[in-house]
Structure formats: C-alpha cells, structure tokens
C-alpha cells in the first residue's frame, strides 16, 4: 500500500519592495549597533584596565583585559549553535530580536560595574560575565543577520545588499571609534578614568530602544516561510552525500572566515589601540587616523559588493585573501609612532577587508540549504571567530612584547593563504537561487 502523497506546498506571497527594504535597513542598523556594543570594549582597553584590574602589575593587568575580550569569542559558537538551531526551527527575526536585547543588557552592566579598587577582583568577574552574555548574542547576531540580509535580497543583488549589512558592521565600529575620539579629546584623561569610559557602554544600551522600533515590523524571510510549509521542521536525517556536502562547505567557510576575523580585529577594531599601546601614538591623532580609514572602507564596499554581483563571488574574495598574502609584512612594518603611517597603512589594508566583508554575508549563506543554513554558518563562522578573532589581541600583544612580531604577521599570513584556498575550491555561486542550494551542487569556475 502506497503512503499518500503530501501536500503541494502554497508558494509564498512575495514582499513588497518597501517591506524588504525596510527590513533590510533594520538589518543592517541592528547588526551595526551590535557591533558598536562589541566593539567599544577594544576602543577603551585602556580605561577598563585602569580601573577594572589590579593595577600592581600594568602589564598583566592589560593582558587580562585582552584575555577576556578573548573568553567572550568563546561563547560566540554557543550563541551561534543556539541561534542556527532556533532560527532555522522558528524563523530567523524573532532571534535577531532577542540577541540585541541581550547584547545591550551586558552593556548596560559594563556601564555601571564597581571599579576593582572598591570590590576588589569582583569587578573583573563582573566585566567577564557580561562579556560572556556579549558573546553568546553577538554568536546568535551573525547567524542570524548573514542568513537573513542573503535570503531577502534579490538574487541578482545579493552582494550588493550584503555590503549594507557589513556597512553597519563598519559603521558600528567608526561609532565606536569616534566615541572613543571624541570623549578623549574632550574630556581628557583624568575624567575618562575617573567615569568617562562608562558613557559609551550606557549610549549602547539606550540606542537599543530605535533598534526594537524598527526590527519589530521586520518580514520573515520567504526562504525559511516556503521550507517551514513545504516540510514539517522536524529534523530530516542526511544521506551521506549531502552530510559530506555540508561538512565540506563548513570547512571552506571556517577558513574564509577566520581570515575575515583576524583582518577585522587587527586593522579595523584594534588597530589605533595597538599603535598608541605599541609605538607610543598619540592616542587622539590614533583614533582621527582610523576613523579616516575606516570611512574609505564604508565608501568601497558598496562597490565592492556590487562588482560581486558582475564578476562573481570568488575573484572578489580572492582579492581580499591574496592581499593580506602579499601585503600584511610591509604594512606592519610601516607603522610608527607618526599618525600618517597608522592612516597609509590602514587605508590600504582596509581596501582589501572591503573586498571581503561585503560579499561576507552572500558567500556564506550561497554555501548552505535553506534547511541547514543559519546552523551551518552559525557553527563554522562562531568557532572560526573565537579561533582566530578571540586570539589575535592576545597573540599580538604577547608576540609584541617578547620581540617576536613578526611571528605574528607570519601566521597571519598563513591564515589568509589558508583562506586563499579555500576560495579557489569554492563553486562560483553569484546569482544563484538560495532555494535550490543542495539540490545540485554550482559548477565551479574554470581553473
């Protein structure tokens, strides 16, 4: 006796232009203010150090502020596996939702931690937990915001609208920056250590109130909608062939991503901390210098994300992989304690991290089944992260100061190589209907 056959799924009605770019807006928005949050805390290492650690030995003191901001990548795959899990079971906008308001919460508590000098080392342990809750949200963030941005986009503007949601990743960052410049500057030290580094954590957590007004009208995406009604969700075992498939995509995706995330922390978030902190730049002329640099990154990566789109996925990220390959030993080495050298150097390296954060999003998502996609970016890019973006102030901090920098630009190129490759074997997927991702594998460009 034959089982009766299931249902014909209903297609689902498509969204207007107007809710999708409104949609797209509270994203990238969003993603940006979670990234300011997460990113604040590197601006003012500085500050939190001076008053959150035991100040006998400066320079523990300042590796423990590092080592932590480490341990929160740690819980970033927590927050990536939970995340996957629930977007692709209950949809991927309520979790966006819930992710911000953890994030904004931690930040709320950094804002108003006790100093170590009055509690002694529960401020530290204070400072480690919320930055543990940071992780796991921002895990949950990524997974959940490169999976939407790629599935509400037209496929024929996939990168070109994945670079929005890597502009409010960067714009985050230059707020950050910005923040940290101006409150410097017009404060000056005394009253940054005395209580001005808390005011950033408190505007994060303020801002979350525009953040819920505009994610709260937010579309659920047509690609999870159509795959919640044509199957029931519960989990469907995987033939081996498709097991191998995505297994397969992950590794390519981990190494892709953990040169993203060790260019990230090392040019963009760290990279006016490490020139004040290792050669003596004046702090203020430091952050005027990245923030220059950052906004030519801002201005490049709609470009970049749109020439995707022409020339394909691959030839735009092997740009970025190959040219931290050749590049990473003259532009260290041409740092100096003189703020033009910070914004040279930065800039171009910065031209190349557009290069492969705008597409970031689109590659990633163009990888995996609708089914499986939110858990396997969730799971390969937050344990990449915490891999190679939860060590990289660590290792170049501690490298720095027993001699051996170049140890560290060493490995980092061999990251980007490693990233290179990984590229090279990835199937050219510009274009290509999300829906139909498993079912047959792209045809790889020509080599």
């Given at each position: 006796?034959?089982?009766?056959?299931?249902?014909?799924?209903?297609?689902?009605?498509?969204?207007?232009?107007?809710?999708?770019?409104?949609?797209?807006?509270?994203?990238?928005?969003?993603?940006?203010?979670?990234?300011?949050?997460?990113?604040?805390?590197?601006?003012?290492?500085?500050?939190?150090?001076?008053?959150?650690?035991?100040?006998?030995?400066?320079?523990?003191?300042?590796?423990?502020?590092?080592?932590?901001?480490?341990?929160?990548?740690?819980?970033?795959?927590?927050?990536?596996?939970?995340?996957?899990?629930?977007?692709?079971?209950?949809?991927?906008?309520?979790?966006?939702?819930?992710?911000?308001?953890?994030?904004?919460?931690?930040?709320?508590?950094?804002?108003?931690?006790?100093?170590f000098e009055s509690v002694g080392v529960l401020a530290s342990v204070l400072l480690l937990v919320a930055r543990l809750a940071q992780g796991i949200a921002h895990g949950a963030?990524?997974?959940?915001?490169?999976?939407?941005?790629?599935?509400?986009?037209?496929?024929?503007?996939?990168?070109?609208?994945?670079?929005?949601?890597?502009?409010?990743?960067?714009?985050?960052?230059?707020?950050?920056?910005?923040?940290?410049?101006?409150?410097?500057?017009?404060?000056?030290?005394?009253?940054?250590?005395?209580?001005?580094?808390?005011?950033?954590?408190?505007?994060?957590?303020?801002?979350?109130?525009?953040?819920?007004?505009?994610?709260?009208?937010?579309?659920?995406?047509?690609?999870?909608?159509?795959?919640?009604?044509?199957?029931?969700?519960?989990?469907?075992?995987?033939?081996?062939?498709?097991?191998?498939?995505?297994?397969?995509?992950?590794?390519?995706?981990?190494?892709?991503?953990?040169?993203?995330?060790?260019?990230?922390?090392?040019?963009?978030?760290?990279?006016?901390?490490?020139?004040?902190?290792?050669?003596?730049?004046?702090?203020?002329?430091?952050?005027?210098?990245?923030?220059?640099?950052?906004?030519?990154?801002v201005c490049l990566m709609p470009l970049m994300g749109w020439l995707s789109d022409r020339i394909g996925r691959r030839p735009v990220a092997l740009g970025f992989s190959l040219?931290?390959?050749?590049?990473?030993?003259?532009?260290?080495?041409?740092?100096?304690?003189?703020?033009?050298?910070?914004?040279?150097?930065?800039?171009?390296?910065?031209?190349?991290?557009?290069?492969?954060n705008s597409i970031y999003s689109a590659l990633l998502a163009e990888q995996f089944p609708t089914r499986y996609r939110a858990k396997g970016i969730g799971i390969a890019m937050?344990?990449?992260?915490?891999?190679?973006?939860?060590?990289?102030?660590?290792?170049?901090?501690?490298?720095?100061?027993?001699?051996?920098?170049?140890?560290?630009?060493?490995?980092?190129?061999?990251?980007?190589?490693?990233?290179?490759?990984?590229?090279?074997?990835?199937?050219?997927?510009?274009?290509?209907?999300?829906?139909?991702?498993?079912?047959?594998?792209?045809?790889?460009?020509?080599?």
């Amino acid at each position: 006796m034959t089982a009766p056959a299931a249902p014909a799924a209903v297609p689902v009605a498509p969204a207007s232009a107007r809710l999708r770019r409104r949609s797209m807006l509270a994203s990238a928005v969003g993603n940006g203010l979670e990234w300011f949050d997460w990113n604040i805390y590197v601006v003012f290492t500085a500050y939190l150090t001076a008053n959150l650690f035991d100040q006998q030995d400066p320079g523990s003191a300042l590796l423990m502020t590092f080592a932590i901001f480490g341990v929160g990548f740690v819980f970033r795959p927590l927050g990536g596996v939970l995340a996957g899990y629930l977007a692709d079971r209950f949809g991927r906008r309520w979790v966006m939702i819930a992710t911000m308001l953890t994030m904004s919460a931690a930040s709320l508590l950094i804002a108003v931690l006790p100093t170590f000098e009055s509690v002694g080392v529960l401020a530290s342990v204070l400072l480690l937990v919320a930055r543990l809750a940071q992780g796991i949200a921002h895990g949950a963030e990524s997974t959940a915001g490169y999976t939407y941005i790629a599935e509400i986009a037209p496929a024929e503007r996939r990168g070109l609208w994945s670079s929005t949601l890597a502009m409010g990743v960067l714009v985050g960052s230059m707020l950050a920056s910005a923040l940290g410049w101006g409150l410097t500057t017009g404060l000056g030290t005394d009253a940054m250590t005395e209580w001005g580094w808390r005011v950033p954590f408190a505007i994060g957590a303020v801002l979350a109130i525009v953040v819920l007004v505009l994610r709260r009208t937010m579309m659920e995406t047509e690609q999870f909608e159509e795959e919640l009604r044509s199957e029931p969700v519960a989990e469907v075992p995987l033939d081996p062939a498709a097991r191998r498939a995505i297994l397969w995509a992950s590794f390519r995706v981990f190494w892709f991503v953990g040169a993203i995330s060790l260019v990230f922390y090392t040019w963009l978030t760290a990279a006016s901390s490490l020139a004040t902190l290792q050669h003596g730049m004046d702090a203020s002329a430091a952050l005027a210098s990245s923030f220059a640099a950052q906004l030519l990154c801002v201005c490049l990566m709609p470009l970049m994300g749109w020439l995707s789109d022409r020339i394909g996925r691959r030839p735009v990220a092997l740009g970025f992989s190959l040219g931290f390959v050749a590049l990473s030993f003259p532009l260290m080495g041409l740092i100096s304690s003189e703020p033009w050298t910070l914004l040279v150097a930065q800039s171009i390296a910065l031209a190349f991290v557009a290069m492969g954060n705008s597409i970031y999003s689109a590659l990633l998502a163009e990888q995996f089944p609708t089914r499986y996609r939110a858990k396997g970016i969730g799971i390969a890019m937050s344990l990449s992260v915490a891999i190679f973006g939860g060590s990289a102030l660590y290792l170049n901090q501690w490298l720095f100061g027993a001699g051996l920098q170049w140890l560290f630009i060493l490995y980092f190129v061999l990251v980007a190589l490693a990233s290179a490759v990984a590229v090279w074997l990835m199937p050219e997927t510009k274009g290509i209907d999300l829906g139909s991702v498993g079912q047959r594998e792209p045809a790889p460009l020509s080599r």
